[in-house]
């Protein structure tokens, strides 16, 4: 199975990683702008996506950190660059429809509110 995390659900996730027979159930976990590590979770394959702070808030030593810019905490889990990354680390590929900047084309035309 693949997990993921947001905020506080980072440290449940973490948790639920540090038993060895549950990380055994895990193929891809995601840590989305919550709790740093000083390595991924249960030796799985970790893509940590922060908010656009400068300097970023966390890391994980490991992982694949992925600071997605100009981005508010809620974004980073929700937002279609958020997405691209995600889809990214699961599937190795990007994803057929990249949205990644729609939004900002949406806003300009006052589209989204």
């Known amino acids: 199975m693949d997990l993921l995390g947001h905020s506080l659900g980072t440290f449940v996730s973490q948790s639920y990683l540090a038993s060895p027979a549950?990380?055994?159930n895990v193929a891809h976990y995601v840590n989305i702008d919550g709790a740093s590590a000083d390595s991924p979770p249960g030796g799985v394959p970790t893509l940590a996506i922060w908010?656009?702070?400068a300097p970023p808030i966390g890391e994980i030593a490991?992982?694949?950190n992925v600071t997605l810019d100009?981005?508010?905490h809620i974004e980073s889990a929700t937002s279609?660059?958020?997405?691209?990354?995600?889809?990214q680390f699961f599937?190795?590929?990007?994803p057929r429809d990249d949205r990644r900047g729609a939004r900002a084309g949406a806003?300009?035309?006052?589209v989204l509110r």
């Open 22 to 24: 549950r990380a055994a």
């Open 51 to 53: 908010a656009g702070a």
């Open 62 to 64: 490991g992982a694949l």
């Open 70 to 72: 100009g981005q508010e």
């Open 80 to 87: 279609p660059e958020a997405f691209f990354e995600m889809y």
């Open 91 to 94: 599937r190795g590929d990007a």
């Open 107 to 110: 806003e300009e035309q006052g």
